[in-house]
Structure formats: structure tokens, C-alpha cells
């Protein structure tokens, strides 16, 4: 028997939303390391599809870099690893809402997200670069971008957003939703440099040589670190002290030698 | 449901939000105009007596209003080059906006034409008045009349479409939104800031096409026509 | 074209179908949802009908990418869980949809004749009797065109689903264009799919036009 009236509806909808609302609610008593010592599982978030940090094998199983951190992790706490994959805004987002106990996944440390989340230190360092295509020869060097006709394309809301400016303060800036744009963009010449972490333009340059030319100098200095939730000492120091360990005994740099073949850039900045 | 909204981390964004509104008002009006000529000319081809002519014009709105403009978009952006035109986010979102909503002023504009009776052409005629003094006096103000609230219609819908342009790097609302979101992660904030302006520009628009509707026409028609 | 098409014509057509099934997902939520907006739009009490015409009256005012934007990386946050892209793209679309639904919903009970609202209470019968057995009826069938106006102008904004990662027709024609370095081809290729698939819907709804066409008093 349906029931067309109008009010009862309306009601009915009402009390659904508030039923999910309340639903909802996560329920934040544990925190995180209590919660994963005792559920004997580390859920962790990953990006698929961007190796060599992370990809998924044809059978659905992850593997990299960043995976392979997290295996260690696990295996310190004695749990298990569960992996989530997740993209570029939900590294943020899963925190947040408790679906996940850390985040690897090519993570900078900037402090605007570090209201939102918490970081560990770093385990690798990148910078950016300036990319063109290989058969562009007026664009040698960083004084011939900075030229108001000149277009750089960036990936939006990244760290590049402020350090391109500063690299290139009169340079045009075009604003794309993912790489795969840019580079489209770039083959077709409505955008005359890409810019990107070193470490991408790497994997590009291997991937599809003799198509692009990196410019020489590195423009920023960005800390990809592992998210956690905000507002977990307990958590965050038992995660610091395994990053801190990683690094000083050289596992980092051998994994990583292991995962891109070349040697790990310095991870302390020279002050 | 433990998120404490606090608008407060959107404001160091707000500062290029204006620029933003005016590029999205900007790519709006210039859409609006040029798809209005070409509007006129679409009409035209449709009521020609030519069989090839009417076919062109039904055939080009029936196409427009069966794909999506982001489609078109990516086709004038990214297709175009290969064939040796390269445009930069602006031009080529001014480019298909014009061309898609040019076929929705073609059929605005038919149907305040189909409006005036083949008498009243006759009428004119016969009274010794010429083409133009037909068009000024008896056809310009009915079909003005009678097209105003679905043109005010459509000017919300360039509004709306504009925001594609984001993704062809053109600095408008929306590609603001999606930036200061991505950077703070403050996607409720920018999403409610970036709902404000848009709101605000098309209710202001509607209030705009009533008010004006009244000056013009008196107020027996402030007819929604939505 | 036709290269595009023998080499991956089998998946664009998947995606095509991927592309009908979620915006029939976003069409069918979106009409339960703005029949209660159009109900609401038509009832005895003016908070209700306020309420309704500032629903319509905001998504109608808010671009449908904005609105996929903020379903993805917004509504997570507010209610607690994490929506999948093909989630938070049937949630913008059935926004989308419901606005427009509302209006089909409110003109087609609308188009019946107030005489026979009348006469049905004067017979004694209450509201929900009324609009199961007399309005609804024909208001439905008032209904049934415009809603296949409804279902393409989803299917275009489906598309936007492509934006935030869903794989749809649109986004698989992106990935193609990623193997085969051209874009011209792929984007013509779909171009077409669209205009067929959407055409051919509105033939349909003209002739759903035609059939149920009813006098009226």
C-alpha cells in the first residue's frame, strides 16, 4: 500500500537522514595504537597505480615502496597488514574518519595539512623540477621560464601551487586535475613546462625517454612522511620512532635503492 | 559526525576569489552574446526554404543537445591541436560553451519566431511598411517578449557550464574551489563559499530577468518560464 | 575513427553501458527523492512548499561539478564514511536529478484538474485515496516524458563522473587516449556514442510522448 502524502514522506526522509547522521558517528574512546594491538591489524592506506612508490600486480595485490614500509611497520607491532587503496584527497580523508590507522602513499608534510593530520618525520625528500619536451630549445634554463609567456602546468593544490612562483614569480601558471593532463597539455604545446617532483620526472624520463628533457635545479624541498590521525601522541611516537630507526640503519636506503635503482637522496636538509 | 566547520581557514583563499568570480562572469557574458548570434543564425537556417539548410540546423541542435559539453570541451582542447589549432583553457572553453548553448538559443529563438502568425507578416506588408520596418515595429518586440524568460533561463545554464572550464585550466569559481579545497583540505568550507557565489550570481540573474521583465513589459509578465 | 573503434570498441561499449547503468542509478534515487520534493511542492502546508522551492531553487543553482566535487571530498567528512567514486557520482547525479524531478512531479500533479480533486473529497474519499486511485494515475503518465528528458540530460552529466575518477565512458576515453597518444579519434569516437545512445532515448520519448498523450479538460 503506498502512501503518497506528502507529510509522511517528508517524515519518513527526516527520520532516515537523522538515523544515518547518528549512525554515523565514529566512535573515537581507543586510540589508534591501542586499537591495532588489539585488533592485531595495521589498516593501511595506499595510492594503486603510482609506482614505484605503490601499484597494484594484475591480481589485485599491492606492491612497492610504500607497501613494503608498511610491511615493516606491521611486522614491528606484530599485527597483520590490510591494505586500502584510496587516491590523492582520501590519503587525507580516511584518517580523518577512522577508516585507516596510517596513510603511505607519496605524502608531503606540509604544515596547512598538518591541521588536519598528523605526520611522522620523513622518509624520503623529493624537489621540483621543471619538465619539456625534449625538442624544446629556447627553454634551457630557469630565467628562460620565468617569462609571462611562458605556461607552466601543475597538478592543483600541490606544493606547487606555492613553490613555482617562487621559482618563476613572472611565469603563467595553468592548473590541471592530474598528470596525465598536463602531459597532454605539454605533447600539444598549451603548456610549455610541466612541473613535478624529481622523483616523478624520473619514472617519465624512464618510461618514455627521448620525449622530454629535465632543466637542471631543484626548487623546493618537500617531506614525504607517513599521515596519521591528529591528536595521537602514543601513535605518532611509536610511528616517529620506527621512521627515525628506518633511516639511521640504512634499511631506507636499501629498500630504496631496492624500489627506483638509483641512491636515496639526502633526507636531512643541510642547513 | 566530529568535524568542526571553521571558514576561518578558507580566508588566506579568498583573496584570489574575485578574480575567479570575475573570469566565471566574464567567460558567462561573452558566451552568452556570441551563442546569441549564433543563435540567430541557427534560427534562420531552420526556418529557410531550403531543405539542406533546415536539415544543417536541426541537425546541429539535435547533436548539441545530445552530448555533454565536457565532451566538447576535451574535443576543442585536447582534439583540436591535432589538426593544427591549438587554443589556450580560455578560448577553448569560450569556443564550446558558444557552440552548446548556441543550439538552445537557435530553439529559443524559433519558438518566439513560430510565435507571429504568417498574417501579421501579410498585414505589414500590405500597408506598405519594408522588411525592416516589419521586423522593428511587429516581430522585434513580440518575439522580445515572448524569448525573455527562457533566455534568462539560459543564461544560468552558461553560468553552470562555465564551471567546466576548470578543468582546462582556466582560473574560474570552480577551479578555485577545487584548488584552496586540495590545499587545506577544507572541502565543506570551500564547497560552501563556492555554492554562495554561484547561488548568488544565477538568483541574482533571475532577480535581474524579473525585475527588468516588469520594467519592460509590465507586470503581468513576471511569468516564471523555467 | 574506425581504428579506435576495432581496437577498443568492446570496452567503450562496456563503458557506455556503465555510463547508462549510473545514470539510470542517479535517475531512479533522484526521482524517489524529488517526488518527495514535488510532493512537498504541492501540499497543504507553506513550510513544506517553501522548503521544497528552496531545494529546487539551490541545485538548480549549483553547477553539477561542484556538486561531484563536493560529494566526493565533502560528504565523507560529514557523514563518516568513505564514498567510493561511484558512490559520491551517484549521489551528485541523484541531487541533480531530484531538482529536476521535483518540477515533473509537481507539473504533472498539477496538470490534473482541480475539479476532480474536489469532486473525490466531496464523494468522501481522503487525500491518500485520492492521489493512489485518481491523481496519481494520470499524473504519472503526465510524468513519463519529461523524465526521459531527465534520464539524458543525466547521461550528459555523467560525464562529469570522469573528473573525479570514475571510470565511465568519458574517463575510459581518457585512459585510451593515454595508450594511443592521440586525442582527436577517441574523443570523436565517443562524441558519437553519445549522440546515438541519447538520440536514440529521445526517439523513445517521443514516442512515450505520443502514446500517452491525453486530452485535457
Known sequence: MKRFSAGRLSSVFLCAFAALMVLAAPAHSQSTLGQVMSSGKLRVAIIGGNPPYSSLTPSGEPEGYDIEIAKRIAAALNVEPEFITVDIPARVTVLQTGKADITVANFTKTVQRST???????????????????????????????????????????TAEQNVPLAAPDASIARFNNETDILAALDTGQVHVMSQDNLYNAELMK???????????????????????????????VLNTWVGQFNASGDNARLFKEWFGYDLPPIQAQY | MSYDLNLRTVVPYLGSLPEAALVTVG??????????????????????????????????????????????LYLVYFGLPQLGLRLNGFQAALIALTINSGAYMTEILRGGLMAIPRGQYEAAFSQGMTG?????????????????????????????????????????????????????????????????????????????????????????HVARGR | MSSVFADYG???????GITLWISWLG???????????????????RVLRILALLYTELFRSIPVLILMFFCYFGL?????????????????????????????????????????????????????????????????????????????????ESSLASIIGYVELTKTALLIRETTGQSLEVLATITLLYFVINYGISLVGGALERKYAIAHY
Open chain 2, 27 to 72: 567567460l558567462s557574458v561573452f558566451t552568452i552574446v556570441l551563442s546569441l548570434l549564433l543563435g540567430i543564425g541557427g534560427a534562420l537556417l531552420r526556418r529557410s526554404r531550403a531543405v539542406t539548410f533546415r536539415f544543417v540546423g536541426a541537425a546541429y541542435v539535435e547533436f548539441m543537445r545530445n552530448t555533454p559539453l565536457l565532451v566538447l
Open chain 2, 132 to 220: 525592416f520596418q516589419t521586423f522593428r515595429y511587429i516581430v522585434f518586440p513580440q518575439v522580445f517578449r515572448i524569448i525573455y524568460p527562457p533566455l534568462g533561463n539560459q543564461f544560468i545554464q552558461v553560468v553552470l557550464g562555465s564551471s567546466l572550464a576548470s578543468v582546462v585550466a582556466v582560473n574560474d569559481v570552480a577551479s578555485w574551489m577545487q584548488t584552496a579545497g586540495s590545499a587545506t583540505f577544507r572541502y565543506i568550507e570551500t564547497f560552501l563559499v563556492a555554492g554562495i557565489v554561484y547561488v548568488g550570481l544565477c538568483q541574482a540573474i533571475n532577480l535581474a530577468r524579473i525585475v527588468t521583465g516588469r520594467l519592460l513589459f509590465g507586470p503581468a
Open chain 1, 207 to 237: 618510461n618514455r625517454s627521448g620525449q622530454y628533457k629535465v632543466l637542471p635545479g631543484l626548487y623546493s624541498y618537500e617531506e614525504i612522511a607517513i599521515g596519521l590521525p591528529a591528536g595521537d601522541f602514543d601513535w605518532w611516537r
Open chain 3, 27 to 45: 535517475l531512479l534515487l533522484g526521482g524517489l527523492l524529488g517526488a518527495a520534493v514535488g510532493l512537498a511542492r504541492t501540499s497543504r502546508w
Open chain 1, 116 to 158: 588536519s593530520i598528523a605526520f611522522t618525520d620523513p622518509y624520503v625528500v623529493v624537489s621540483l623540477q621543471f619538465l619539456v619536451r625534449a625538442d624544446q630549445n629556447d627553454l634551457q634554463t630557469i630565467e628562460d621560464i620565468n617569462d609571462r609567456d611562458v605556461v607552466v602546468g601543475i597538478t592543483r593544490g600541490g
Open chain 3, 76 to 156: 565523507p567528512l560529514l557523514v563518516g564514511l568513505d564514498l567510493s567514486p561511484f558512490a559520491a557520482a551517484t549521489a551528485a547525479l541523484m541531487f541533480a536529478a531530484s531538482s529536476l524531478m521535483a518540477e515533473v512531479v509537481r507539473a504533472g500533479i498539477d496538470s490534473v484538474a482541480r475539479g476532480q480533486w474536489e469532486a473525490a473529497f466531496a464523494s468522501g474519499m481522503r487525500y491518500r485515496q485520492v492521489m493512489r486511485h485518481i491523481v496519481g494515475p494520470q499524473a504519472v503518465r503526465v510524468m513519463l516524458p519529461p523524465s526521459v528528458g531527465v534520464y539524458i540530460a543525466t547521461l550528459k
Open chain 3, 10 to 16: 568492446a570496452l567503450l561499449l562496456r563503458a557506455a
